[in-house]
């Protein structure tokens, strides 16, 4: 009897605590969202006003973003661990291209044609892998 109860004890416990994942998933992944995508909408804007803008302020512009998002996302806490190891790879992608877009914005200037097509290559290279990771975290989050 009692190795029974415990064990019909034991299941339940389990289930609660797999629907408590599933709810600080969500939770997290909510977090998430609160925090990227106002900022990558603002980027959004910024490019599409500009588009393969030749003044290097708009590119400082997204720069300044581009950290911002990488700070925001840096200090946010998720309870889960692989949502918070995740952050920490997508602020480092976000660093990644608000130092590329400094580059590219003090290159500018200077007409320096290979730095400035290297410098694209990477920003586009760096957006890509991005999308990657937003792909990755979207799947996750919409599984639960």
């Excluded at 806490?77 to 918070?84: E, I, L």
């Excluded at 290979?114 to 919409?142: F, G, H, N, P, Y």
């Amino acid at each position: 009897m009692w190795t029974r109860l415990g064990c019909g004890v034991f299941l339940g416990l389990s289930v609660l605590l797999l629907g408590c994942e599933r709810f600080q998933l969500v939770r997290d992944c909510n977090r998430l969202a609160q925090v990227v995508n106002p900022a990558v909408a603002e980027i959004a804007r910024v490019r599409k006003e500009q588009p393969k803008s030749t003044n290097p302020a708009v590119y400082d512009k997204l720069s300044t973003h581009y950290e911002g998002l990488a700070k925001a996302l840096s200090t946010t806490t998720f309870s889960d661990k692989r949502t918070t190891d995740d952050a920490k790879v997508y602020a480092q992608t976000f660093s990644q291209a608000a130092s590329l877009s400094k580059e590219f914005a003090r290159a500018l200037p200077r007409g320096d044609s290979a730095a400035l097509q290297r410098l694209s290559d990477a920003l586009k290279l760096t957006t890509a892998i991005e999308a990657q990771q937003v792909a990755k975290l979207q799947a996750r989050c919409v599984a639960h």
